[in-house]
Structures are given as structure tokens and as C-alpha cells.
């Protein structure tokens, strides 16, 4: 035998539920940052489209405006290879803590990465 409770309101039909949004503020947007659009901008003139209008003045639809239109990761065979500046910063804590940077880590960024977080200088 199971008990089934009855909550008024949840499974009514959706004519007798009042619309709670319309009583919540809207939040305006924020505007976006100089630094963001300098950077749409130099998209927008290596793409040679135009940026939309008004977008200055959303942040985070610029910010989805920007990941649309920018370059693409590298792919191919030294995609998942660590950058020269990952390299150069776990060589450098390699000599701070006079050890060696384990040799897989330089065929693997990710690697890379959790030698440096777990070596990194407190």
C-alpha cells in the first residue's frame, strides 16, 4: 500500500497556475567591457563582418558573440602538445625545485598542466 500526497497546484492544469515571473524584476544587462570590445572589434575587422548593434551593451551576448567569430583551436597532430609558454613556466619550476619535468608531460597539455598546478611554488 503506498500513500500518494496531494499538493495543491503542482500537477493542475496550466490555465489555474499564476505566472510568478511577472511579479521578479528583470535584471538589466551588463555592459560589457572595454577590453571586450577592443577584442570584438579586431574580430570583427579580421572577419570583415560587422558587429551588431546594440551588443555593447550586453555582456554576456557579446561575450557569445565573441566565441562565435573567433579562431578555431588548432587541430591535428601537435594539438594536445603543451604551449611554449606551459613549457617554459615548468621548466622554470623544475629548476626552482631542482627536479625534472617528467618527459610524457611535454607529448600531453593536460599533463603538463597537473605537473605544474601539483609543483607549483606555495
Known sequence: MSF???FPDLLDSAENVTPVQADLPLQTPLPATEKQLTYA?????KSKSPLPKGL???RAGLSKWIDSHKAPKPEG?????PSSKQVA????IARLKRRE????CFRDRVL????IDSNKPR
Not at 613556466?89 to 622554470?92: D, I, L, V
Open 112 to 115: 603538463m598542466s597537473r605537473w
Open 77 to 81: 597532430k601537435f594539438a594536445d602538445y
Open 4 to 6: 500518494q500526497p496531494h
Open 41 to 45: 572589434r579586431i574580430l570583427a575587422a
Open 56 to 58: 555593447e551593451k550586453d
Open 89 to 92: 613556466f615548468a621548466e622554470r
Open 101 to 104: 619535468v617528467p618527459q610524457e
